[in-house]
Every structure is written in C-alpha cells, then in structure tokens.
C-alpha cells in the first residue's frame, strides 16, 4: 500500500493592511460603544430610575412606575439589544478577519443600516464619531487591496489522501 506524499505545510497568506486596519477600527468603535453603554448610558438610566421616587404618584406615567418597580428588568431591557448587537458585530468582525467574503457582506449591511440610524438620530460628537467608525470599515473592506483576501481558497492538500487510478 502507498502512503500519502509528505507536503510542507502551506504558510498562511498575510493580511492585506486595509482588513487589519478595518477590523482594528471595527474592534475599538465595538469596545468604545459597549463602554458608552456600560459607563453614561446605563448610570443614567439608574439615575432616572432613581429620581422617580422623589416624583409624586401622580405625576408617574405606566412606564416611569414600572420602571421604579422593576429597576433591574429594565436595566436588564436596555442593555440587552445593545449587548446582542456587540456580539454578533464581534462574531462579524471575527469571521471577516478569517476571510469570509460572506461576513464581509453582511457586516456591510449591517454597520450601513446602523450608518443611517445613526444619521437619522444625530445627536452628538459621539453619534458622529460612531458613523465616520462604521464607515471607514465598511470603505476599508471595499479597497481592492482587501478584495484577494475575501476570494475562496481551495483547500489545502495537507492531510487530504487522494487515490490512484481512473474513475
């Protein structure tokens, strides 16, 4: 019986620039929103939260008693669109750094959708800083000396027996 031919491993292709630059701009607008999120949203909210109960009864709406009743579930409702939308970016920008023109797309898509909320909904030099983030992966990903990175590579013959003889 023949054995499989010894093949040196294939070296990894290197990263165009313009993906690592996306994905470390990708990676710190994610770190910054979760921080925004975390350190002025979310305190913010606790302090609402906290000043209804100087309000008298009257003046609280059905949300705002709720709120005072629950604090933790609408903590917990605030923070969760926010969290799950990091973590799939972050799933995104993972799966594009590997190559995966398909990730590429879709966090295209996504990031232009969260690019014309965040148009829409201007508020301040954050929501600007948020959008010119967004935009700059989205155009980096798009140069063509990132394209060969997302074009499918065939498989490597490494471990992959091939058999002798016709069909």
């Given at each position: 019986?023949?054995?499989?031919?010894e093949?040196s491993?294939?070296?990894?292709?290197?990263r165009p620039?313009?993906?690592t630059?996306?994905?470390r701009?990708?990676?710190?607008y994610?770190?910054?929103?979760?921080?925004?999120l975390?350190?002025?949203?979310?305190?913010?909210?606790?302090a609402?939260?906290?000043?209804?109960a100087s309000?008298?009864y009257?003046?609280?709406?059905?949300?705002?008693?709720?709120?005072?009743?629950?604090?933790?579930?609408?903590?917990?409702?605030?923070?969760?669109?926010?969290?799950l939308?990091?973590?799939?970016?972050?799933?995104?920008?993972?799966k594009?750094?590997q190559?995966?023109?398909?990730?590429?797309?879709v966090?295209?898509v996504?990031?232009?959708f969260?690019?014309?909320?965040?148009l829409?909904?201007?508020q301040?030099?954050?929501?600007?800083?948020?959008?010119?983030?967004?935009?700059?992966?989205?155009?980096?990903l798009?140069?063509?000396?990132s394209?060969?990175?997302f074009?499918?590579?065939?498989p490597?013959?490494?471990?992959h027996?091939?058999?002798?003889g016709?069909r």
């Amino acid at each position: 019986m023949r054995e499989a031919p010894e093949v040196s491993p294939v070296a990894e292709e290197e990263r165009p620039w313009s993906v690592t630059v996306a994905l470390r701009v990708g990676w710190g607008y994610q770190l910054l929103s979760l921080g925004t999120l975390f350190f002025f949203h979310l305190p913010r909210q606790q302090a609402y939260i906290r000043s209804l109960a100087s309000k008298p009864y009257q003046q609280l709406s059905r949300d705002d008693i709720n709120l005072f009743l629950h604090p933790e579930a609408a903590m917990a409702g605030m923070a969760a669109p926010f969290v799950l939308m990091f973590a799939f970016s972050a799933w995104l920008l993972h799966k594009t750094g590997q190559g995966r023109a398909w990730a590429r797309n879709v966090l295209t898509v996504l990031f232009g959708f969260r690019i014309l909320v965040g148009l829409a909904a201007y508020q301040n030099a954050l929501t600007l800083l948020d959008v010119l983030a967004q935009l700059s992966v989205v155009v980096l990903l798009f140069l063509s000396s990132s394209s060969p990175w997302f074009i499918p590579k065939p498989p490597s013959p490494v471990n992959h027996f091939t058999s002798y003889g016709s069909r």
